[in-house]
């Protein structure tokens, strides 16, 4: 198994035992399983019906309120899996390296959508801003690692004493104690939001629809890591060619490292086109959109970066001080006590910035929606023009029980996003796999008493993360020695609340 790329850095010298705190987040949003639970149209072209409508299939706007205006947040989540990561294998030479690690599953929470519409008989008119797709990493190091060396130096001492200068061939006996207190934080990732402007008519039981969205690109990335070292070594000089004798001897060395330095930001946006269309046949509710996005470019790309790797070990530098009993040395025995010096850690430095643009060639969505009474479902994929592009598989279901002021519904939702790089291949950046339930609350608004007569809906959606049940099934068919200890998270911990509010009249 590939051993951890940061870790590595941390363990170039050889550090032979280490602990503190580990800890690496992936954090992301999930606007869409989140919207799905609170109300199936948003996502689901089939069930598409006012302003929630607006981006699942534009059409929904022929069928809007005379005015709408919607509201939607939620509460995030969070789970956490914990394992023991063998770095670095044991030897001979040194013990065996095993790193705790928490891993952090982190949905971010926030304004999920706003929206409002507007009618003119047959026509509507929307406009709307959905919560953006976030995935980013969070870093957190605080940790000691410690790192023994046994070797030996040969080296020769000039002495002077009685007016006359000993030369003593020596071989320096080193066991040297070192130990890195490191410090790591990294903090970013890469949004894209959109806001859309539709446009519908209804016919009756059939709608058509088209749209205008724009894409706000944004993204930073920040991380350090550094460790300040303190080595101590035990030294004993043994005298040799015709010498006898031993000389005690002492070092230190204290050398700041910085491991890694990293800085990034991008912005910048893209416009995209959409048509849909709805058919309620009674039985059964067909709803389609296409979605095409536009080739653009993100612009303004910053990225600097200082890397200083350990190369080398401290080398020897020489004595700096000794004190030698000179009755001993007339005997031809060498006793006494040194004090010798050390280099700092041989270092291999990198310092880079970039600037520039980065074309993206474009997608193409379909999504498709069949809405019976008590249940639906819809699926849909983005499909990239090219490469350097990004790409997504979705796929919902929900059954829905309508009573009388109350809906109450269950379902799962399943998101796989990813990134095609220039030579294709797909890069997994986001994955969510959800169930859960909802429901929605037909009433009209009041405040102490008073009825405004205006017609609203209440809708609330709770769901749970299905990752944490994932874990637990991967870590059952681990077969590493490297992985020990696997904790997987709790099934609760992924568990996320939404609350939503349309109005109407």
Known sequence: MKKIAVIGLLLMVGFSSAQGVYEFSLVNTSPQS???????????PSRAK???????NPASMGFLHHYEGALAFGIGSKSKFSFQ?????????????????????????????VGAGYSFGPLGVGIGVVQGDYAGLDLNIKGKTALDLDYQIEDTIYYDYDQDTAVIPVTWNLTVRCSLDVTGTGKGGISSTPIMLGVGMGFGSFGVGIGLKHYKFSGDLNSHMSGVTRTRAIIMG???????GSISADAGLRDTLLMNEFGADLSGGRTAFLVGALLDLRVVKIGLSFEKGFSSRIKDINVGYTVINISGEPEYAGIDSI???????????????AYVSYSDFKKDTTINEISGQLKIPGYSEVRLGLGFP??????????????????????????????????????????????KDGAGKLIPYRFSSNLGIGATLKTSLGFLGK?????????????????????????????????????????LSGTGFNLGIRVYM
């Open 323 to 337: 004190v030698l009993n000179e009755d001993s040395l007339r005997a031809g025995r060498a006793v006494g006590n």
């Open 85 to 113: 990561y063998t770095a670095v294998e044991s030897t001979e030479d040194q013990g065996a390296i095993r790193l705790p690690i928490d891993f952090y599953y982190k949905e971010k929470g926030g304004l999920n959508f």
């Open 50 to 56: 006012g302003i929630f409508g607006l981006f699942s």
């Open 451 to 491: 009825n405004f007569g205006f017609p609203a809906e209440f809708s609330l959606g709770i769901r749970t993360s299905l990752l944490p049940l994932l874990s637990g099934i991967i870590s059952s068919e681990i077969e590493d020695e490297d992985i020990e200890n696997f904790k997987r998270a709790n099934l």
């Open 374 to 419: 008590f249940f639906n479902f819809y699926g849909g994929a983005i499909l990239p023009s090219g490469n350097k592009e990004i790409g997504a598989f979705y796929l919902g279901t929900m059954t829905s029980f309508p009573l009388q002021m109350v809906t109450l519904r269950f379902g799962t939702h399943n998101r796989f996003d990813y990134a």
């Open 238 to 244: 043994i005298p040799h060619s015709g010498w006898q």
């Open 34 to 44: 989140a919207l799905f639970f609170l109300e199936p149209g948003s996502q689901d």
